[in-house]
């Protein structure tokens, strides 16, 4: 089944504690990207990648970082995660660069940092 | 810069009423225009899309048209069910020379159907 897998689910951490959202895809998609949801501002793009070691800030890159090593992995890393980062993030990746493709999405992860 | 206005919400309407959520975009282009919905707990998925000015998208009973006179996609499903309750997104994606295909979305707007 073609599908974004991201983990954990839900993750209640404290300010300053490093972690780490995977996300996977099994469509062999080029393009990934991470965005985060809060009420009344819908989705923003946090990062993208257009490849495997090709990366690029989105809307709203400060306190996140990104990596691309295999084309199917696309993991979000807080260093230092701050109240401000408590939210929904969604991990999505489509065939290409190309407009008009489909984006499909993770299932989200909520996050909550205290 | 290129943005995307949809209805505030929430929006409660009976089961197999006539359903309208209003989307209008600014955009220095042509862009695409897409439709996503976001049932409780799960991801966003597409629900319909458009590339092109008049173009009408269509599935599951819901439709849009791509007008771009009035750079609007309205979302629009003649007789709602309870199953459609969801949140439901407006977006567009511009290519730049096809630098990035970051879609943009709007704020989101929630329906609860009723039975």
């Known amino acids: 089944e073609a599908q974004v897998t991201q983990n954990p689910r839900y993750l209640i951490t404290v300010t300053g504690k490093k972690l780490t959202v995977t996300c996977s895809q099994n469509m062999n998609h080029e393009y990934m990207s991470w965005y985060r949801q809060d009420p009344g501002l819908g989705l923003r793009q946090i990062y993208y990648s257009m490849n495997v070691e090709v990366t690029d800030k989105g809307d709203v890159p400060e306190g996140y970082k990104v990596s691309r090593k295999e084309k199917r992995n696309f993991p979000l890393i807080l260093e230092s995660p701050s109240p401000n980062q408590t939210s929904l993030y969604f991990c999505?990746?489509?065939?290409?660069?190309?407009?008009?493709?489909?984006?499909?999405f993770g299932q989200g992860t909520r996050l909550t940092v205290v | 810069g290129n943005s995307v206005t949809q209805m505030e919400g929430p929006v409660t309407l009976s089961e197999e009423a006539f359903l309208t959520i209003n989307c209008t975009y600014t955009a220095t282009g042509y862009p695409s225009l897409f439709w996503y919905v976001q049932y409780p707990g799960e991801g966003l998925q597409l629900l319909l899309k458009?590339?092109?000015?008049?173009d009408k998208g269509s599935n599951k009973g819901f439709e849009a048209t791509y007008r771009k006179e009035t750079t609007s996609f309205h979302l629009e499903k003649g007789s709602v069910q309870v199953s459609d309750s969801a949140v439901y997104f407006c977006a567009l994606i511009m290519n730049y020379g096809g630098a990035t295909n970051k879609l943009i979305f709007g704020t989101g707007t929630l329906l609860a159907v009723q039975p």
């Open positions: 999505a990746s489509s065939l290409s660069v190309v407009m008009n493709t489909e984006a499909f």
């Open positions: 458009a590339t092109k000015a008049d």
